[in-house]
């Protein structure tokens, strides 16, 4: 059946057609057999585009295209009939073949997600099973349901399938995101909170952490939640907005969502992950500017000091250094909260991190830098 395959499912390099398919960083798709043997001969470079690759070039698998070759074939271009029939018998098989038929109850899929989502949390290779076969995409229409049954179990099957590094980009090529930002804006309480953890897995992949911060309403969604959702709703979200705002594209994008002062709101009301997404929005000129202007923000912050955790304490020694390198009328203000001597008191800490920000601070306070 090769000769009838569009020519898009042949390797650009074999001219075969495409058994697994693999995206990479130039954005080209080849079989990963053809592009494995290329970089291993020594190239580092694309051979359509001629770009350079990195030293070790990430190979994502084009679910996709490969689940596209599959259906037009009918028989897996990967697998044999032998090896189809041996796979048939593996648990995942009936789950997974129930849940991308068109005729399938509701309660059958519901049944199926369920399951599935079960044999993923723990199981990787069910988790590639399920994308290899090209099943994404019903998951996907179920988060499209408007069943919350359904959306709730197919997130969390997703979830589950965002623990595969390779699944993490091909996920949000599929239009997971899409999904994400509409469950948070409208979601039930449990699909919010399983949404922004989803976001956050997938935003370990750098390329993910652009895409999903130049995603429209994808971080003004966030911060809503974080602002109006219950207490696992804001977690989740305080999560997921710190894994993007590692990527710095995305900081100001996040202060320019109004996020600043619903941060330090509920760094107040005790949620340390605001003070640590509080201490990657510092970096940036914006963030420095809107924290400067909430007014009981340094209260906040020393209160952490004396009450928080080692990485609150951390991240509020950084924040303040940073926010009195920039005003001298915050330098007086964090003197006169007994900063200094909270600083003397840390000096023995266990954490080298936290000793070497508070030395920096004491530096800052007393080293008179301003008149530089």
Same mark, same amino acid.
């Given at each position: 059946?090769? #000769?009838?395959?569009?020519?898009? #499912? =042949?390797?650009?390099?074999?001219?075969?057609?495409?058994?697994?398919?693999?995206?990479?960083?130039?954005?080209?798709?080849?079989?990963?057999?053809?592009?494995?043997?290329?970089?291993?001969?020594?190239?580092?470079?694309?051979?359509?585009?001629?770009?350079?690759?990195?030293?070790? /070039?990430?190979?994502?698998?084009?679910?996709?295209?490969?689940?596209?070759?599959?259906? #037009?074939?009918?028989?897996?271009?990967?697998?044999?009939?032998?090896?189809?029939?041996?796979?048939?018998?593996?648990?995942?098989?009936?789950?997974?073949?129930?849940?991308?038929? =068109?005729?399938?109850?509701?309660?059958?899929?519901?049944?199926? $997600? +369920?399951?599935?989502?079960?044999?993923?949390?723990?199981?990787?290779?069910? =988790? *590639?099973?399920?994308?290899?076969?090209?099943?994404?995409? &019903?998951?996907?229409?179920?988060?499209?349901?408007?069943?919350?049954?359904?959306?709730?179990?197919?997130?969390?099957?997703?979830?589950?399938?965002?623990?595969?590094?390779?699944?993490?980009?091909?996920?949000?090529?599929?239009?997971?995101?899409?999904?994400?930002?509409?469950?948070?804006?409208?979601?039930? /309480?449990?699909?919010?909170?399983?949404?922004? +953890?989803?976001? +956050?897995?997938? &935003?370990?992949?750098?390329?993910?952490? &652009?895409?999903?911060?130049?995603? /429209?309403?994808?971080? /003004?969604?966030?911060?809503?939640?974080?602002?109006?959702?219950?207490?696992?709703?804001?977690?989740?979200?305080?999560?997921?907005?710190? &894994?993007? !705002?590692?990527?710095?594209?995305?900081?100001?994008?996040?202060?320019?969502?109004?996020?600043?002062?619903?941060?330090?709101? @509920? @760094?107040?009301?005790?949620?340390? =992950?605001?003070?640590?997404?509080?201490?990657?929005?510092?970096?940036?000129?914006?963030?420095?500017?809107?924290?400067?202007?909430?007014?009981? #923000?340094?209260?906040?912050?020393?209160?952490?000091?004396?009450?928080?955790?080692?990485?609150?304490?951390?991240?509020?020694?950084?924040?303040?250094? !940073? $926010?009195? !390198?920039?005003?001298?009328?915050?330098?007086?203000?964090?003197?006169?909260?007994?900063?200094?001597?909270?600083?003397?008191? $840390?000096?023995?800490?266990?954490?080298?991190?936290?000793? *070497?920000? @508070? +030395?920096?601070?004491?530096?800052?306070?007393?080293?008179?830098?301003?008149?530089?």
């Amino acid at each position: 059946m090769a #000769f009838e395959l569009p020519n898009d #499912f =042949r390797c650009p390099i074999s001219l075969e057609i495409m058994s697994d398919p693999v995206i990479i960083q130039s954005g080209h798709t080849f079989d990963r057999a053809s592009i494995q043997k290329w970089i291993d001969s020594g190239n580092r470079t694309c051979p359509i585009t001629k770009l350079p690759l990195s030293e070790n /070039p990430s190979l994502i698998p084009n679910h996709a295209l490969r689940s596209l070759i599959s259906n #037009f074939a009918h028989v897996s271009p990967k697998e044999s009939p032998r090896h189809q029939q041996e796979h048939s018998h593996s648990p995942s098989q009936p789950l997974i073949s129930t849940l991308v038929s =068109r005729s399938s109850s509701h309660e059958s899929k519901l049944e199926s $997600l +369920t399951r599935l989502v079960r044999l993923t949390k723990r199981d990787s290779l069910v =988790r *590639r099973k399920v994308t290899e076969s090209g099943a994404v995409r &019903a998951v996907l229409d179920c988060v499209d349901s408007g069943d919350e049954g359904l959306r709730e179990k197919s997130l969390s099957l997703l979830l589950n399938l965002s623990l595969e590094d390779d699944n993490k980009v091909g996920l949000v090529a599929d239009g997971v995101v899409r999904r994400i930002v509409a469950v948070l804006r409208a979601g039930s /309480p449990g699909c919010k909170a399983v949404a922004a +953890t989803l976001l +956050t897995s997938l &935003a370990v992949v750098e390329v993910n952490k &652009a895409t999903i911060g130049a995603y /429209p309403d994808a971080v /003004p969604a966030l911060v809503s939640l974080l602002r109006v959702g219950s207490e696992r709703e804001r977690k989740e979200s305080a999560t997921a907005l710190y &894994a993007l !705002c590692s990527f710095p594209d995305n900081r100001k994008r996040v202060v320019d969502c109004g996020s600043v002062g619903i941060l330090v709101e @509920a @760094a107040d009301s005790g949620l340390e =992950r605001a003070v640590e997404v509080l201490g990657l929005l510092v970096k940036c000129r914006g963030g420095r500017e809107e924290m400067s202007r909430v007014s009981g #923000f340094v209260e906040v912050l020393v209160n952490v000091l004396r009450n928080g955790s080692l990485k609150g304490i951390q991240y509020s020694l950084f924040i303040l250094n !940073c $926010l009195c !390198c920039c005003s001298r009328e915050i330098v007086e203000e964090v003197k006169r909260e007994g900063v200094v001597e909270i600083c003397f008191g $840390l000096e023995d800490n266990e954490s080298e991190k936290v000793r *070497r920000n @508070a +030395t920096n601070l004491v530096h800052t306070l007393l080293g008179n830098p301003m008149d530089s």
